[in-house]
């Protein structure tokens, strides 16, 4: 079987090993070229000894691959340097997943305001199409690069899209926790064991710039502006992410309707799943897989209901539902190199 040649960037992130991990259990795709920055010349399993053993590349500046030998590019880099380098290497390849936040704001205004710089690449991000694999696969079929969204909106906008028309848009409500592997590899103090272990606390309380992103899909779904309350939360886990969301079904509509629109929307998904009544969605079971497990309660207060939403936030999150979109993009089975089973304990 002929593979097609891939590209990572920034493999030696967090998002970039495991799109490498994903990439490795893909039957129609090769890793061609693994690229970083201060860690170019490095053998992979250097700097991840568990992939010590899988005859990879060794890291390389980007601006050294060739880039006519590759078909696919996974892009894991952060926003600023990723639509840089994606211009640069945008003509000479079949197709971009893009992981970073440069071209999921589809308004470069907004983008600008978010991320406080100017977007720098207009025409592409025209065409880019904002990956969430399951509510956008008519798009991912045309589209040349996909824009992965961010961990939070993925575990919030799963179940929230499947029920928005039954529901106040105006009176959602989301606590989100991460574990810190959300944040990077980067070297911070504030990432160290005796920072994190221990402890737990809400960030970016009302300014976090996925915010904008979750109202950008409410708002095309609903058909007016939406504006969600949103406040993530870093707990010490080294991956994972729970969202809680409390919504105002609207008049007439039960915890049993809301349950049965979810039912019926994700049916079919190979990823999605509800859990039974009175389950509660867990992080531990979707550890290192695709999965989403999504959570229906009756709130104690009157005329509320709970939603809980558990996904892995380097898979699901970010690597894992890149390649689901690369799938769809080109036609293939969506669960190619992703069938793994999440971990546990």
Request: net charge negative; charged share 20%; hydrophobic share 40%.
């Amino acid at each position: 079987m002929t593979r097609l040649n891939t590209a990572i960037l920034g493999a030696s992130g967090y998002t970039g090993a495991e799109a490498v991990r994903f990439v490795l259990a893909h039957p129609k795709l090769r890793i061609q070229a693994l690229t970083a920055n201060r860690h170019a010349g490095k053998p992979y399993g250097e700097v991840y000894p568990h992939l010590r053993d899988c005859g990879l590349p060794d890291l390389q500046h980007w601006q050294d691959v060739n880039w006519d030998d590759i078909d696919i590019v996974f892009a894991c880099l952060p926003h600023g340097a990723s639509q840089e380098t994606i211009a640069q290497i945008y003509p000479n390849v079949s197709k971009v997943i893009d992981l970073s936040a440069d071209f999921r704001l589809k308004d470069p205004d907004l983008y600008a305001k978010t991320y406080n710089r100017p977007h720098a690449e207009p025409d592409i991000l025209r065409t880019a199409v904002y990956g969430l694999t399951e509510f956008a696969r008519a798009d991912l079929k045309q589209a040349k690069l996909a824009a992965c969204p961010g961990c939070y909106p993925t575990s919030s906008l799963l179940p929230l899209l499947a029920v928005l028309h039954m529901i106040d848009p105006d009176e959602i409500v989301i606590n989100a926790l991460s574990g810190v592997s959300g944040a990077g590899r980067k070297e911070s103090t504030a990432l160290i064991y005796p920072e994190t272990a221990e402890g737990a606390h809400a960030y970016a309380i009302g300014t976090h710039r996925h915010g904008p992103e979750i109202d950008q899909a409410l708002s095309l779904s609903a058909g007016r502006d939406v504006t969600v309350s949103f406040t993530p939360h870093l707990v010490p886990m080294n991956r994972g992410m729970v969202a809680t969301i409390c919504v105002k079904p609207d008049e007439g509509v039960s915890v049993h309707d809301i349950r049965s629109a979810l039912e019926t929307r994700f049916a079919d998904e190979y990823f999605i799943h509800l859990e039974g009544e009175g389950i509660t969605p867990q992080t531990r079971h979707v550890r290192g897989s695709n999965h989403c497990r999504i959570g229906v309660f009756q709130d104690r207060r009157a005329g509320r209901v709970i939603l809980t939403s558990v996904i892995d936030n380097l898979a699901k999150g970010s690597s894992g539902q890149a390649v689901q979109n690369l799938n769809v993009m080109m036609g293939w089975d969506e669960t190619l190199g992703l069938k793994s089973t999440p971990l546990f304990p």
